[in-house]
């Protein structure tokens, strides 16, 4: 299985994105996704995550940096997650990566955010 993000780009602070994250089989369904951000010369920060199907009905859970901006989600029938990210600051610049059952990673997507 791999993992393919995309939607990264540059927008001004207060403004959205959503980043998808696209796996190439269809056992994505039973795993847990994770997001994932690493900014310039910092650790990687864990950002949220969504349980896998069909237990727990995709719930969702935020690093405290993010709950209330960002929003995970899934579709099973695409094999693909998203972080949808609003009222983006500053500070949320990074190269933003999913995970996929706690071990497959993407290659990561850039995110810009300017004043």
């Known amino acids: 299985v791999t993992l393919v993000e995309s939607g990264g780009g540059s927008v001004q602070a207060g403004g959205s994105l959503k980043l998808s994250c696209a796996a190439s089989r269809s056992t994505f369904t039973r795993c847990e996704m994770d997001w994932f951000r690493q900014a310039p010369g910092k650790e990687r920060e864990w950002v949220g995550k969504i349980s896998s199907a069909p237990r727990s009905a995709g719930t969702t859970t935020y690093a405290d940096s993010v709950k209330g901006r960002f929003t995970v989600s899934r579709d099973n029938a695409k094999n693909t997650a998203y972080l949808r990210m609003n009222y983006l600051k500053i500070e949320d610049t990074a190269v933003y990566y999913c995970?996929?059952?706690?071990?497959?990673w993407g290659q990561g997507t850039q995110v810009n955010v300017s004043s």
């Open positions: 995970r996929a059952c706690g071990f497959l």
